[in-house]
């Protein structure tokens, strides 16, 4: 059984331990601590509806789209029952695209299937049972799990590989001319391994810190 969460002290001491580089960066950064999300109760259909409505969007944009959805249909969470309330053309109305419209309509054919687990189930099984579940899901991709894995399971051990945040706060991290593939971050995160989310989450920091330090260009008059 998989618990939620992990001891960010002892992620701490094992990543400074097993990477010298990685570690010069940790001591300069604020600590992270754990996300209180970790111990709260969520619905994995609910977030993964909300993922796809956030998809391709800013914030405040997305926001409002999720606030029209939820007052068409008359609830706050999303699942196959509430999202029958409504048809397509409702939820495009809504500001939903065509394609994220057939995106929830699957997820919600999936979930009444008996498809996707709950979160009791997904604390029993395996990071890449989690994402062998749930990829199939029209406009679920790796990284859209690897997020939930990360941020709302608490799951220790998972790198993004194709995130390109990750991707450049590594390439700072070991100085490189050019962000490293993700076969070559996969590799280089092994010995971060139990706690590469936690190198994870330094290295979008890292990322960061990187991009406000570059100086800014001034014209000459």
């Not at 593939?181 to 996969?186: E, I, V």
Request: proline fraction near 6%.
């Amino acid at each position: 059984m998989a618990g939620r969460g992990f001891d960010v002290d002892d992620a701490f001491l094992h990543l400074c331990k097993r990477d010298r580089k990685l570690a010069a960066w940790l001591r300069k950064l604020p600590p992270i601590p754990a996300d209180p999300r970790w111990g709260k109760p969520f619905d994995p259909v609910d977030a993964l509806a909300r993922a796809i409505l956030f998809q391709q969007l800013s914030g405040k944009a997305a926001g409002t789209i999720v606030a029209r959805v939820e007052a068409a249909i008359g609830s706050d969470r999303f699942h196959c029952d509430t999202l029958a309330r409504v048809d397509d053309a409702t939820l495009r109305g809504c500001g939903v695209s065509g394609n994220k419209t057939l995106a929830l309509r699957d997820l919600a054919r999936r979930e009444a299937a008996g498809e996707i687990p709950s979160l009791r189930q997904m604390a029993g099984m395996h990071d890449d049972a989690i994402v062998a579940a749930l990829v199939p899901v029209r406009g679920i991709g790796r990284w859209t799990v690897e997020m939930m894995l990360m941020f709302r399971l608490g799951r220790p051990d998972v790198l993004p590989v194709d995130d390109l945040g990750i991707r450049k706060g590594a390439q700072v991290v070991d100085k490189r001319d050019a962000m490293p593939t993700p076969r070559q971050l996969a590799e280089r995160g092994e010995r971060w391994g139990p706690y590469r989310s936690y190198a994870s989450f330094y290295l979008w920091r890292i990322a960061d810190a990187a991009a406000a330090a570059k100086p800014v260009r001034r014209s000459q008059g």
